[in-house]
């Protein structure tokens, strides 16, 4: 167990539609990151916030988008969803501030399913 | 060479010997590099990093080798237990020290030990 959470484990929604996921990171940690894992793309980093501000931005597209509130659990908001936005989503928290330097500890996932 | 999707690169070795994973990275600018671990139906776990001053770096059963003139990183795990089985994939970072960094992710290697 990593100590990072993240709700709800699966998803299956439509296309069009918006869903919100929700990750806790580990006590302590003020970063977390966000990637997505889709079987023809692999992994891909999204987006990190720190301390509740966005630090960096990766290949996050437009109709997503996150926040990192005063309590630090984070929520990435995916909308206008498209069939290839299936894929598992990832939530890593670490406690350094910047590029995924060092440990991540990542959370077990949400498996979203778009039909 | 890389695979996409379901056709992830294999590496088949027996309990104890030694393995070695290879990484063929792109960025030339890229500055540091992780390894990841990723068990079935689990999140990613960091193994070790390297920076990009360094040309080897050891952990507890694993090193990480760096070739910069070739753009190429390998991991090796020492002594291979059937628990080290799963998807290892490196990650190169360009700009590690800035908030401005570039995280990209190789497709992954899929190791099976067998007992």
Redesign the interface.
């Known amino acids: 167990d990593s100590g990072v959470t993240q709700t709800p484990k699966h998803l299956i929604t439509a296309t069009g539609q918006r869903v919100t996921l929700r990750c806790s990171p580990r006590s302590g940690d003020l970063s977390v990151y966000w990637y997505q894992q889709s079987l023809d793309q692999g992994l891909q980093f999204l987006i990190q916030y720190y301390n509740g501000e966005e630090r960096a931005k990766g290949n996050i597209l437009e109709r997503f988008s996150a926040q990192q509130f005063p309590d630090l659990h984070s929520e990435l908001n995916l909308s206008s969803l498209e069939l290839g936005d299936s894929a598992l989503y990832f939530c890593a928290s670490s406690s350094q501030t910047g590029a995924a330097l060092g440990t991540q500890y990542f959370g077990p996932g949400t498996r979203l399913l778009v039909l | 060479g890389e695979n996409?999707?379901?056709h992830l690169p294999t590496l088949s070795v027996q309990e104890g010997d030694n393995s070695i994973i290879n990484c063929a990275y792109s960025n030339s600018a890229s500055d540091?590099f992780?390894w990841y671990k990723q068990e079935s139906g689990?999140?990613?776990?960091?193994i070790i990093?390297i920076r990009s001053n360094m040309d080897k770096r050891q952990g507890q059963r694993v090193t990480v080798l760096l070739n910069k003139t070739v753009k190429h990183l390998s991991l090796q795990i020492a002594a291979t237990q059937p628990g080290d089985s799963a998807v290892y994939?490196c990650?190169e970072?360009e700009?590690?020290?800035?908030?401005?960094?570039?995280?990209?992710?190789?497709?992954?290697t899929l190791l099976t030990v067998n007992p």
């Open positions: 996409v999707g379901l540091y992780i689990k999140g990613p776990q960091f990093d994939f990650a970072i700009n590690s020290g800035g908030s401005n960094y570039k995280l990209t992710f190789g497709k992954g």
